[in-house]
């Protein structure tokens, strides 16, 4: 069997501090096993990022990580390649610490935690954990596959790399249309780490960003294997499968994971929403109708309902914040805590809305 299944940044943890969550995510790394499972893939190569909290993982979340890993290494002819990612690090600069350690006692676990050619299925393939000196790394790991490669008996072999890594110009939030703009330092220069820098490898498959993407012919984000939150709306989650014998791709579709949906109120009937997330955005909060939909779509079995103001204008939005502030700033904080931040810091937006209010004021 040459084929492996990649697949990475699941993020474990009670995503919305909700138990029910958690066991999201737990059944879809439990699906991520039994597909390779029941495909009879024996190994399983993941990208980065398998906790999400890198210094505090509460022990439910652990254990029942490792009640899975256990399920399915137990008895079973898989290998799994842990690579890490930056949430799995506990220092953020280096690789000696990482919360996937512990799993690698299990047999069949392999925590690749340096930059380092392992040969599977016959196949050298170069890791790249996360690090904060990539063009540093990625020339060694360049004079590293070729000394490997050559001491192997058999044909020239691709350069395959599998690294959690920002590459400039990825799709960094689909929901936001933004793109990364990744700079690191190289030979005393800041350079920007375009896609022209992996040039030297046949494929590369990388975890870091969640929305899958191709970057070029060659590069790809395989994405998260289920949505994370409202920031991965609208997106297709999978695991892919890939041949290499016949370089040939499988994209396996998690179509049980909940997902998140951003909708308008006239949308709202045309989606299926139960044990979902949706986001509502109405023109006026104020409305009692507000709070009549909201009702109905949890009475319906919507797992949680945000309500959110449609676009303003500038001078609505100005108008609004003041009075916010003229009330108490402790309603701004209150807001914060019910919305959902998509990873930004709640200190800093506090402190960027009210100078931003003041300013208005002036």
Known sequence: ??????????????HKRSSDRLQDCIDCLDWVFRTAVDREIEDIIFLGDLFHDRQKIDVLTYQKTFEVFLK?????????WLLLGNHDLWHFQKWDVSSCHPLGAIEGVYVVNSPQILV??????????????????????EGKFTTIANGLVGDNYPRILCGHLAVNGALWNTKHQTFSEVIVEHDGDMVKLDPSWLDSWDRVFLGHYHASQELNDFIEYVGSPLQLSFGEAEQKKHVLIYDLD????????????PKHYILTEDRLSQQNLKDQFVRVSVEDMSASSVVEMQKKLVDN?????????????????????????????EMLDQYLDQVDLEGLNKKKLLTVGRKICQGGQE
Request: net charge neutral; no cysteine.
């Open 72 to 80: 399915y290494l137990r008895g079973n002819r898989l290998r799994v």
């Open 301 to 329: 079995g919507v797992k949680t309902v945000q309500i959110q103001q449609a676009p303003r204008t500038d001078e609505h939005v100005v108008i609004d914040a003041k009075a916010i502030l003229y009330k108490q700033e």
């Open 120 to 141: 599977i299925e016959g196949y050298p393939i170069a890791f790249l954990p996360y690090t904060h000196n990539p063009v540093k790394d990625l020339e060694f790991l």
């Open 246 to 257: 016949t370089k040939e791709k499988e994209y396996v579709e998690n179509q049980f994971s």
């Open 1 to 14: 069997m040459s084929k492996v299944l990649f697949w990475g940044d699941i993020h474990v943890h009670p």
